[in-house]
């Protein structure tokens, strides 16, 4: 298990920056991007390479949806950053909690700089999602968030299992 950006001592130090600090979109880009690189290299691909599975909490959809739509750097823009970032390294399932946005800002607790954005940038990040869920439905499977936890859950196992069983899943 491993998150974004995290993942190791030099991509926490970058989640602690940006999760902090302000700064223009393209550095918020940028050091995501760093972490991600960095996380990819030291964390996740050698755990897939040694035969494992890897659950993440965020990738480069993530990147997609937050700078290259709600920041306005652009898709496409982000999604070959993100291509150079991972060594074109692409989930084989990836899940998408969906949640209206004044839903789940209304569920934080903690609250960094970017819970702290406004209600129309989360609305974006939505729609970034989305986006990429339809564009590559192969990959995603969205599931509503609005549901109580333990449906969720039982929801999310479900996927995972039938994802592995069908193959879609490497193990």
């Known amino acids: 298990m491993t998150r974004e950006p995290g993942g190791d001592k030099v991509a926490e130090g970058v989640r602690a920056l940006l999760l902090s600090q302000e700064m223009t979109a393209r550095t918020e880009l940028l050091l995501f ?21 890897v659950l993440c909490d965020r990738y480069t959809d993530s990147s997609i949806a937050y700078q290259g739509v709600a920041r306005r750097l652009g898709r496409d823009s982000v999604a070959v ?15 998408l909690l969906d949640l209206p946005p004044e839903v789940g800002l209304a569920r934080q607790q903690d609250r960094n700089r970017m819970e702290a954005e ?16 339809e564009r590559d439905p192969k990959r995603f499977r969205v599931l509503s968030a609005e549901t109580d936890v333990e449906t969720l859950h039982a929801q999310i196992l479900g996927t995972v299992k039938d994802s592995l069983k069908s193959g879609s899943i490497e193990s």
């Open 33 to 53: 991007l760093a972490a991600r690189a960095q996380n990819v290299e030291l964390v996740v691909r050698p755990h897939l390479e040694a035969g494992g599975i």
């Open 81 to 95: 950053l993100n291509d150079f970032a991972t060594d074109h390294l692409q989930p084989d399932l990836t899940l």
């Open 118 to 133: 406004s209600l129309s940038f989360h609305q974006a990040v939505r729609v970034g999602f989305l986006a990429e869920a």
